[in-house]
């Protein structure tokens, strides 16, 4: 399902102007996205968590040049589903 698609959806589900949609759709992942990058998690119950995760440094290889080379620690976002969706998916 495309972002397109959930912004008709929600615009037929609810009765609200699709342009008012995509609007709060889009403030919604800016929100998100923003607090992310401040360093902050983001937790919904029962759907799940957006969170930063920590990689740690390591060493990888450059298998053309046979060289070595140092990745730094760096964070990722990371979507962790929540246990009551993940059962409601299994059961499907």
Same mark, same amino acid.
């Given at each position: 399902?495309?972002?397109a698609?959930?912004?008709? *959806?929600?615009?037929? @589900? ?5 342009? =008012?949609v995509?609007?709060?759709? *889009?403030?919604?992942? $800016?929100?998100? %996205?923003?607090? =992310? =990058?401040? /360093?902050?998690?983001?937790?919904? @119950? /029962?759907? /799940?968590?957006?969170? #930063?995760?920590? @990689?740690? +440094?390591? #060493?990888? @290889? ?5 060289? +070595?080379?140092t #990745? !730094?620690?760096?964070? #990722? !976002? &990371?979507? %962790? !589903? ?7 998916? &299994? $059961? /499907?």
């Amino acid at each position: 399902m495309t972002k397109a698609e959930v912004v008709t *959806e929600i615009a037929e @589900r609810t009765g609200v102007e699709k342009a =008012l949609v995509q609007e709060t759709v *889009e403030s919604f992942f $800016k929100v998100v %996205k923003g607090s =992310l =990058l401040k /360093g902050e998690n983001v937790y919904f @119950r /029962g759907f /799940g968590s957006f969170i #930063i995760q920590q @990689r740690a +440094q390591k #060493i990888a @290889r450059n298998i053309s040049k046979n060289t +070595q080379i140092t #990745i !730094p620690a760096h964070n #990722i !976002p &990371k979507f %962790k !589903p929540a246990k009551t969706f993940i059962e409601k998916v &299994k $059961k /499907g």
